[in-house]
Every structure is written in C-alpha cells, then in structure tokens.
C-alpha cells in the first residue's frame, strides 16, 4: 500500500511507509528546506543560493575564518570553495584577509555589506523555520530537537568503519 505524499513532484517516486528510513525523510526534509529557503531569497531579490547562505552564516559566527574550516563546515571541496568565494567577494559581501603569521594563507571575513545581508537573509531563514515547525507545539518542537541531537551524537560516538 503506497501512500502518497504531498509535493511527489519533488521526490522520484511515492515512497510506501515501509520502506522510508530515517536517513529518507531527513533527506527530503532537508531538500524541502533548502528549496522553499532559495525560493524565498529568490523572491526577496538577494541573488544567493543555499551552498552561498551557508558561507555567510559560517562567516557571521567568527570575526576570521579560513578557508579550510569554511570547506569542513559546509561540505565544499577547495575548487568549488574559491568559486563561491570569489563571487561573494565580487558582491561585496566579503573580503580575504592576508595571514600574519603564514603570507600565502588568507582568512575570510564578512564587509559590513555581508553582514547586512546576512542579517536580512538570516530572517529569511528563520522565518521558514518557524513556517515548517509550525503544526507543532512548542512541546513538540523541543521534542524534536533534543530527540535529533540524540540521534546525532549517537552517531557521532560510532565508529566509521
């Protein structure tokens, strides 16, 4: 017995409940999430994708960052890293800042532009957040919270083998 699921557009086929996993329904979750969030910088004219809202919100929690921890912390490798880099930095939302210890490493920092950006793109997402969380209670919401903290440091404590 196949259940269909609203927005089947959005996946390859329905999925039966037997068969969806965990690692699915956070999967498409996630690709809901990031969808309807560059929908809504889109709509709000601000010209940045997801793997670019990422970068941003790495820069605004730490003054310098370097490339490398950007790369570890979003998932991008160093080619696709300099790219994004470079078209941030193109809009003025960013500058590289040359190392005082090491001349040819640089670390990234947001302009006053990016963290203005930020600031407003940042609403952005937390207002989606709120959308999707909406049907649950606050109860719930802190539910859901802690359980997904649980599962990830349950994780974290296994070994890859």
């Not at 300099?82 to 941030?88: A, P, S």
Request: proline share 3%.
């Amino acid at each position: 017995m196949s259940a269909k699921i609203p927005h089947a557009h959005l996946d390859a086929e329905p999925v039966s409940e037997i068969n969806e996993t965990i690692g699915l329904l956070l999967h498409q979750v996630r690709l809901r999430l990031i969808r309807h969030l560059e929908c809504d910088l889109a709509a709000g004219g601000f010209g940045i994708n997801f793997s670019q809202y990422r970068v941003l919100r790495t820069l605004s929690l730490r003054e310098l960052v370097s490339p490398t921890e950007i790369s570890r912390c979003c998932g991008h490798d160093a080619g696709a890293l300099t790219r994004m880099l470079d078209r941030l930095q193109e809009k003025g939302y960013l500058r590289r800042v040359p190392r005082t210890d090491d001349r040819r490493a640089v670390d990234v920092t947001l302009t006053e532009a990016g963290r203005a950006v930020w600031r407003e793109i940042q609403a952005c997402g937390l207002a989606l957040s709120s959308d999707a969380l909406s049907d649950l209670s606050a109860t719930e919401q802190q539910q859901l919270f802690e359980m997904l903290k649980k599962v990830r440091g349950t994780l974290d404590q296994r070994p890859y083998k």
